[in-house]
């Protein structure tokens, strides 16, 4: 369990701290909207009323205290980097903020930011790599080069074993769980057998998965 500050709760802020409720996870809520505050209440573990840009509120919140500061302000950029800026200079151990643009990103990064999210931009990406073909279910990049992909099973694979597909050794792909009827089983032996009704995760470079898996 970690301690979080959230702050900004419009619609992406909301989802973080509910997802964030279904993970155990102690949450402190903060906007400037009484509205949006009083929404998230049923996720938080505490939250107030303020403008993050304030340093004596931020200051009040301890926020040394804070496992990780997530700014998730979309709608007013300036509030933000002085809200990821001002979160670094009260001691902040971890500072995550949310981008709209590549500008916004570079300039977090510059001011306070440890890490960025670009909803948009990594929204696009799984769009544009999810219609490439139709045996793609699901996709998450690891970083510049490496990807774990959701396959259905090619038909041709379907009755022969991990070992005598030997992906890893052919393609330098790791098979990571199959999943059957929406239950993931990562338990995979070079004896298990592939179904063509069933859906696999692979972890490998985005080349290798594209030439494996013709997409």
């Not at 802020?13 to 509910?18: K, P, Q, V």
């Not at 990594?122 to 073909?133: F, G, H, P, V």
Request: hydrophobic residues 40%; negative net charge.
């Amino acid at each position: 369990m970690k301690t979080i500050l959230l702050i900004g709760l419009g619609r992406f802020g909301r989802h973080i701290a509910m997802k964030l409720y279904d993970l155990n996870h102690q949450i402190m809520a903060v906007d400037t909207n009484e509205e949006r505050v009083h929404a998230v209440l049923p996720y938080a573990t505490n939250a107030q009323i303020g403008d993050s840009t304030n340093e004596e509120f931020l200051s009040s919140l301890g926020i040394k205290n804070f496992d990780v500061c997530i700014v998730a302000i979309g709608d007013d950029f300036q509030s933000s980097l002085e809200t990821a800026s001002l979160l670094k200079e009260l001691g902040a151990t971890k500072v995550i903020a949310r981008a709209a643009t590549g500008v916004q990103e570079k300039f977090l990064l510059r001011n306070g930011a440890d890490e960025v999210v670009y909803p948009e931009k990594q929204l696009a990406n799984w769009t544009a790599i999810r219609c490439t073909s139709d045996h793609i279910l699901d996709y998450v990049e690891i970083d510049g080069d490496y990807s774990i992909f959701e396959l259905t099973v090619p038909s041709e694979w379907d009755g022969k074993t991990v070992c005598q597909i030997d992906i890893r050794k052919k393609f330098g792909i790791n098979l990571l769980g199959i999943r059957d009827n929406g239950k993931l089983n990562m338990l995979i032996t070079p004896d298990t057998v592939l179904e063509k009704n069933k859906s696999i995760l692979v972890l490998g470079e985005h080349k290798s998965i594209q030439k494996c898996f013709h997409i």
